[in-house]
């Protein structure tokens, strides 16, 4: 007992002082939220290697979201099954014929460079459509004969421009497979992580939705809306259109008997993802159709293309990227840009779906202060009202007589 009484007697009076309940000098909520950012900063800088295919994987998934759900309904609801079955389709209607058609390119792509290289070996005189080119026709070659057509020029031309030679310009070629390669398994890794997309998509977005309604409490609601209302009208739509033109005008360009038309077809497509790109492709086409000669061939796929533009424009765009957002010509260029500096081929579609998110919540701001500001004269105005009708300044006040 005794050696109870002593443990549970007075306590030794601390060095520092007597112990005094102490306040964190961080919350544990706001210590939450900041250690949360540090692991998201963290995880971005150790696997910003997979951030591209998984952005890629993002927009792909919001776009094909709505024919993904209907796919769903009609096999009951599996989402595992759901999930493989879109990375099938993807496969077989979307990777498949581009890749054929990057095949047929770089075969088409690969004879240029034969040519270039007898041509820089042996020469070669000006070609007859850019010598009988009206009032430029005698400049053109000229400069032709000096820069192109005399032996070595080509490879002194791009010597001067590249700083490298016919030999250096091989050596890249060939370490271009390496980043073929590359582009290989970063398709690979978008292809696994949009079947992740597919199969948790749903449960992901609602912890989102809640996390982002702790956030931003009267904002999140429309601002999670808007983001795949626009992924979808914006990449389901211009690349959709784009597609569609890069073959409509391949064809064209086929029966126009154009050299390499798979090539120019995809250069075409690739153009119509920018405002103006596909009428100054066909143009360009049809004005060398006719400098070589082929008047009707010229005309005829100048006529096809004003047509075929003119119809996508005025049906098929408003009804693919009549969205709740439409990007001006700006956004659009500068998204391309520097999403194909920043991203490669893949920043052609990520690029202008950053821009149109940035656009599209600018605008719910210029919305919401609008709305605010409309609110503030709306109550000024009933509080002037409500005066006014509290001390009427001309209605008589009439008495009740009094009984006799």
Do not use: C
Not at 139 to 156: D, L, N, R, T
Not at 284 to 313: H, K, R
């Amino acid at each position: 007992m005794s050696v109870n009484n002593s443990r549970k007697g007075p306590k030794e009076p601390r060095w520092l002082g007597p112990v005094v309940p102490r306040v964190a000098l961080i919350p544990p909520i706001s210590a939450a939220r900041w250690l949360l950012v540090l692991v998201a900063a963290a995880g971005i800088y150790f696997f910003h290697g997979f951030l591209v295919p998984v952005l890629a994987a993002l927009v792909i998934g919001f776009a094909s979201w709505p024919l993904y759900r209907e796919l769903l309904r009609r096999i009951g609801g599996n989402t595992t099954l759901g999930a493989s079955l879109a990375i099938i389709f993807i496969l077989t209607f979307l990777i498949v014929p581009i890749g054929i058609a990057i095949s047929y390119t770089i075969d088409e792509v690969r004879q240029w460079i034969v040519w270039a290289a007898e041509v820089n070996r042996f020469g070669a005189p000006p070609p007859a459509w850019i010598t009988g080119l009206p009032w430029i026709g005698e400049w053109v070659g000229v400069q032709w004969v000096e820069h192109v057509g005399s032996p070595g020029a080509i490879g002194g031309l791009i010597q001067l421009i590249s700083g490298a030679n016919i030999g250096n310009i091989y050596r890249a070629i060939v370490a271009a497979g390496g980043g073929a390669f590359h582009l290989l398994l970063m398709l690979l890794f978008m292809l696994i992580a949009l079947f992740f997309v597919y199969r948790d998509g749903a449960s992901f977005s609602q912890q989102i939705d809640l996390l982002g309604e702790r956030i931003f409490p009267t904002r999140w609601e429309r601002i999670s809306r808007v983001v795949p209302a626009t992924i979808s009208s914006t990449v389901t739509g211009q690349t959709l259109i784009a597609i569609g033109e890069g073959i409509v005008l391949g064809i064209a360009y086929y029966i126009a008997g154009v050299p390499s038309p798979v090539t120019l077809g995809v250069i075409t497509g690739i153009m119509a993802l920018i405002p103006g790109g596909a009428p100054l492709s066909f143009t360009l086409i049809s004005f060398y159709l006719v400098a070589n000669g082929s008047y009707v061939a010229g005309a005829g796929l100048f006529l096809w293309g004003t047509v075929e533009l003119f119809i996508v424009d005025k049906t098929l765009r408003p009804r693919l990227v009549g969205g709740p957002i439409k990007l001006p010509f700006l956004p659009t260029f500068f998204g391309l840009v520097g999403g194909v500096s920043t991203m490669g081929f893949l920043g052609l579609f990520i690029g202008p779906v950053l821009m149109a998110l940035i656009v599209s919540i600018w605008r719910e701001w210029i919305r919401e202060a609008k709305m605010a500001e409309s609110t503030e004269v709306e109550a000024a105005d009933f509080t002037r009202g409500s005066g006014a009708q509290e001390l009427p300044p001309e209605v008589p006040v009439v008495r009740k007589a009094s009984s006799p």
